[in-house]
């Protein structure tokens, strides 16, 4: 199965790579539903391909807001500059969007997105005879259906599920809530994540609001826990599912790192499931409890959640280069002498590795005491022959 990432700039899409994404999804600066992700010109779409494709990697563009009559002004032209950047497909959830790429673009590749609402084998079959090349299914499907889709397709179409990342609220992502109480349409890219915020309820006939309990930070009653399928990519396997997709462009390159290192490793341990070592590593990254979903059939929906998410471990600083036992390190966050740092690598044989920051030094040679000033560059001794890009982390 292909691993696929998640890349809301282009050091994420670095990131996504590094640690064993197959593919990577990303937005150009129009036309996407993540508007306040750094997103990609097309000179960077372009460059993105061409370092994905010297490493056989793919790269997929998103271009899947809701769109209205308007929304097709500059769109050939949009589309024109991507086929001519080599993009291996774009994600699509309107219909009258693929309607118009497959007339006037028919070799490029569409994958038609989640918020297209796909919940039936019919509604995939008719996608399919529009000439798609693969189908990202609704999130509210379980395992079983997702099969019977499969099955009805017979290979002819690929299909891709979401298998960890943030669950939205509403069915398969569409929703009015962030328009009506800021302005900002999720459906265009805007969306502020107003199912994340605190609320109160309050009876027509009173002053005062009320506070619904739930815990002692308050109450999220839209706010839902994180997918999380790593122990179970053998069912998606079986059930014909061809990409596995973790969601986040809006996540740190941390969060990439960690969690395309965890599912390229699990994806290449198949047949034999991921064991719960698996789950302690993705909680060194900022979750909310994991859930599997809807994946094992509607009776587990207890989703809510409290809004703060939580990890074990925080990001600390990015490997630039290691020479001779001493490594030159850019800090992402407070570290002193004597701290003990955890190494993220794709490499086996570095990754968890443990050693002490000692023999601090800044860029001009000088000892000091602690790395405190944002992506400042400074040196430790390391015992382990790091590699550029490794990843620093330490216990929170």
Same mark, same amino acid.
């Given at each position: 199965?292909?691993?696929?990432?998640?890349?809301?700039?282009?050091?994420?899409?670095?990131?996504?790579?590094?640690?064993?994404?197959?593919?990577?999804?990303?937005?150009?600066?129009?036309?996407?539903?993540?508007?306040?992700?750094?997103?990609?010109?097309?000179?960077?779409?372009?460059?993105?391909?061409?370092?994905?494709?010297?490493?056989?990697?793919?790269?997929?563009?998103?271009?899947?807001?809701?769109?209205?009559?308007?929304?097709?002004?500059?769109?050939?032209?949009?589309?024109?500059?991507?086929?001519?950047?080599?993009?291996?497909?774009?994600?699509?959830?309107?219909?009258?969007?693929?309607?118009?790429?497959?007339?006037?673009?028919?070799?490029?590749?569409?994958?038609?997105?989640?918020?297209?609402?796909?919940?039936?084998?019919?509604?995939?079959?008719?996608?399919?005879?529009?000439?798609?090349?693969?189908?990202?299914?609704?999130?509210?499907?379980?395992?079983?259906?997702?099969?019977?889709?499969?099955?009805?397709?017979?290979?002819?179409?690929?299909?891709?599920?979401?298998?960890? +990342?943030? &669950?939205?609220? $509403? *069915?398969?992502?569409? =929703?009015?809530?962030?328009? @009506?109480?800021?302005?900002? %349409?999720?459906?265009?890219?805007?969306?502020?994540?107003?199912?994340?915020?605190?609320?109160?309820?309050?009876?027509?006939?009173?002053?005062?609001?009320?506070?619904?309990?739930?815990?002692?930070?308050?109450?999220?009653?839209?706010?839902?826990?994180?997918?999380?399928?790593?122990?179970?990519?053998?069912?998606?396997?079986?059930?014909?599912?061809?990409?596995?997709?973790?969601? +986040?462009? &809006?996540?740190? $390159? *941390?969060?990439?790192? =960690?969690?395309?290192?965890? @599912?390229?490793?699990?994806? %290449?341990?198949?047949?034999?499931?991921?064991?719960?070592?698996?789950?302690?590593?993705?909680?060194?990254?900022?979750?909310?409890?994991?859930?599997?979903?809807?994946?094992?059939?509607?009776?587990?929906?207890?989703?809510?959640?409290?809004?703060?998410?939580?990890?074990?471990?925080?990001?600390?600083?990015?490997?630039?280069?290691?020479?001779?036992?001493?490594?030159?390190?850019?800090?992402?966050?407070?570290?002193?002498?004597?701290?003990?740092?955890?190494?993220?690598?794709?490499?086996?044989?570095?990754?968890?590795?443990?050693?002490?920051?000692?023999?601090?030094?800044?860029?001009?040679?000088?000892?000091?005491?602690?790395?405190?000033?944002?992506?400042?560059?400074?040196?430790?001794?390391?015992?382990?022959?790091?590699?550029?890009?490794?990843?620093?982390?330490?216990?929170?």
């Amino acid at each position: 199965m292909e691993l696929l990432a998640p890349a809301g700039n282009f050091e994420k899409f670095l990131t996504a790579l590094n640690f064993g994404a197959d593919a990577v999804y990303l937005a150009g600066q129009e036309f996407g539903l993540r508007a306040f992700a750094g997103n990609f010109s097309i000179e960077e779409i372009k460059k993105a391909c061409e370092i994905a494709h010297s490493k056989n990697k793919k790269v997929y563009v998103t271009v899947n807001i809701i769109a209205k009559d308007e929304d097709f002004i500059g769109l050939y032209d949009y589309i024109l500059s991507l086929t001519e950047a080599k993009v291996d497909a774009v994600i699509v959830s309107d219909v009258g969007i693929i309607n118009f790429i497959r007339n006037n673009f028919p070799s490029l590749d569409v994958h038609v997105s989640t918020q297209a609402n796909i919940t039936n084998a019919q509604s995939a079959k008719f996608f399919a005879d529009m000439g798609v090349k693969r189908l990202i299914l609704a999130r509210e499907l379980n395992i079983q259906q997702i099969s019977n889709i499969s099955k009805l397709l017979k290979g002819k179409v690929e299909i891709e599920c979401f298998v960890h +990342g943030a &669950m939205c609220i $509403s *069915y398969s992502g569409r =929703c009015l809530l962030s328009n @009506y109480l800021a302005g900002r %349409d999720a459906n265009h890219g805007e969306c502020v994540q107003a199912c994340r915020w605190k609320y109160f309820i309050r009876e027509v006939n009173r002053d005062e609001e009320i506070e619904v309990q739930e815990d002692e930070k308050g109450t999220y009653f839209m706010n839902s826990k994180d997918l999380c399928m790593i122990k179970h990519l053998k069912e998606l396997q079986e059930a014909g599912v061809s990409s596995l997709k973790i969601e +986040g462009r &809006m996540k740190s $390159s *941390y969060y990439v790192a =960690c969690v395309t290192n965890a @599912y390229r490793k699990a994806i %290449d341990l198949l047949p034999k499931q991921a064991g719960e070592e698996f789950i302690v590593e993705l909680e060194k990254t900022s979750h909310r409890r994991f859930t599997t979903g809807f994946y094992f059939g509607d009776n587990n929906t207890e989703f809510r959640e409290s809004s703060m998410p939580v990890q074990t471990y925080e990001f600390v600083g990015v490997v630039k280069s290691c020479v001779d036992g001493m490594a030159t390190i850019e800090q992402r966050n407070f570290l002193q002498e004597g701290d003990e740092v955890e190494v993220l690598s794709p490499d086996p044989s570095l990754f968890n590795k443990t050693f002490k920051i000692s023999n601090m030094r800044n860029i001009d040679g000088e000892k000091i005491e602690k790395a405190n000033v944002a992506q400042m560059l400074f040196t430790s001794l390391c015992p382990f022959n790091l590699n550029e890009n490794d990843i620093l982390r330490k216990k929170c």
